[in-house]
């Protein structure tokens, strides 16, 4: 069962950037796809965006496609989210999560794994 750990999270002003990881341990990882998720005080769990593990193709929710890039390393099971130009409203507790083969891995469902989460918050 592969576990994932995130790290990166922090406080940061508005127009800041962060870059969280999110790394798994099993050496035979072999994802399908990396997901990134957030989730802010009394709001649903929202997909940000995800990468095609193999073939590192990426998609992105509206509000931080320009801002937020997903990137993966490959040899060390490495996913990365670069996060630039960071608002307020960024506020949550952000999620890395692999999917293993659903096809709806780039609408943000069929994530098996999920990592314990990591705290980003942006203050104004």
């Known amino acids: 069962q592969a576990q994932l750990e995130e790290a990166g999270g922090g406080l940061v002003q508005a127009g800041g950037s962060l870059r969280l990881s999110c790394t798994a341990s099993?050496?035979?990882?072999?994802?399908?796809?990396m997901g990134w998720f957030r989730q802010a005080p009394g709001k649903e769990r929202e997909f940000v965006g995800a990468i095609k593990w193999s073939a590192g193709t990426t998609v992105y929710t509206d509000s931080v496609k320009g801002r937020f890039t997903i990137s993966r390393d490959i040899p060390n099971n490495t996913v990365y989210l670069q996060m630039n130009s960071l608002k307020p409203e960024d506020t949550a507790v952000y999620y890395c999560a692999a999917s293993f083969g659903d096809s709806r891995w780039l609408i943000g469902y069929g994530y098996d794994y999920w990592g314990q989460g990591t705290q980003v918050t942006v203050s104004s």
């Open positions: 099993e050496r035979t990882f072999s994802a399908y796809a």
